[in-house]
């Protein structure tokens, strides 16, 4: 069983959620905005990349290992240094809500 190693968990994370708000004309927007803020203890999944035109591009696909908090799907976002990830996957683990694994993958400019 995998306990909660809260020294592990040096990286702070913003998770984010997709929210509507009114634009002041009657219609509205959707803005990101926190959902939490947590520390995170961070592994690469897998890193897939390739040269295109002299650029190196690829996928990052890391884990997000947090204390649990309720309420996170697959519709939220991860910020972490700069980058955004859509969150893809969650695992609550073991099932016991002490800690939640975030399986995500780093979004490239422009996409949703």
Same mark, same amino acid.
């Given at each position: ?13 913003? $998770?984010?959620?997709?929210? @509507?708000? +009114? %634009? ?9 905005? #926190? ?5 995170? #203890? /961070?592994? +690469?999944?897998?890193? %897939? &990349?390739?040269? =295109?035109?002299?650029? $190196?591009?690829? %996928?990052?696909?890391?884990?997000? #290992? $947090?204390? *649990? =908090?309720?309420?996170?799907?697959? &519709?939220?976002?991860?910020? *972490?240094?700069? &980058? @955004? *990830?859509? /969150? /893809?996957? $969650?695992?609550?683990? +073991?099932? @016991?809500?002490?800690? !939640?694994? !975030? /399986?995500?993958?780093?979004?490239? %400019?422009? &996409?949703?």
């Amino acid at each position: 069983m995998p306990n909660v190693r809260a020294g592990q968990k040096r990286k702070r994370i913003t $998770i984010e959620s997709k929210t @509507r708000t +009114d %634009d002041g004309s009657g219609g509205a927007t959707f803005v990101w905005a #926190e959902h939490h803020r947590p520390w995170a #203890e /961070i592994h +690469d999944v897998e890193s %897939d &990349s390739a040269s =295109v035109g002299g650029a $190196i591009v690829g %996928d990052s696909v890391k884990r997000f #290992e $947090i204390r *649990y =908090v309720a309420g996170v799907t697959t &519709s939220m976002e991860v910020v *972490y240094s700069g &980058s @955004r *990830y859509n /969150i /893809i996957g $969650i695992r609550n683990v +073991d099932e @016991r809500n002490r800690e !939640l694994w !975030l /399986i995500c993958r780093e979004k490239r %400019d422009g &996409s949703q």
